[in-house]
């Protein structure tokens, strides 16, 4: 079974950054396309980015393109999700996603969330 745990969440100020890892322990995430989501109170789960397989490629939503960046570190199986110029309406519970191909599709296995949370 695979099992991804998405940490490095916290609290933030407006304008500061995070960066947030997705880790895995019985699968070489290089082997995986690597999706982002987030949840925020009281709202439905989005995707907010992926990672292609091949690492030559990203995919952003356009509220936080420009802001965040997805990147591998093979060599530590580890993705992270670099979160720049945080903004208050970016709180939310993160997740990180694995699809067997080389881009994410729904998401076939997910990992307990970190909860970022932004406000001065």
């Known amino acids: 079974e695979v099992q991804l745990q998405a940490s490095g969440g916290g609290l933030v100020q407006p304008g500061g950054s995070l960066r947030l890892s997705c880790t895995a322990s019985?699968?070489?995430?290089?082997?995986?396309?690597i999706g982002w989501h987030r949840q925020a109170p009281g709202k439905k789960r989005e995707w907010i980015a992926c990672?292609?397989?091949?690492?030559?490629?990203?995919t952003y939503l356009d509220s936080v393109k420009g802001r965040f960046t997805a990147s591998r570190d093979n060599a530590k199986n580890t993705v992270y999700l670099q979160m720049d110029s945080l903004k208050p309406e970016d709180t939310a519970v993160y997740y990180c996603?694995?699809?067997?191909?080389?881009?994410?599709?729904?998401?076939?296995?997910w990992g307990e969330g970190t909860l970022v949370t932004v406000s001065s």
């Open positions: 996603s694995a699809d067997e191909t080389e881009w994410c599709g729904v998401g076939h296995y």
């Open positions: 990672i292609n397989r091949s690492d030559d490629d990203r």
């Open positions: 019985t699968v070489t995430l290089r082997y995986y396309a």
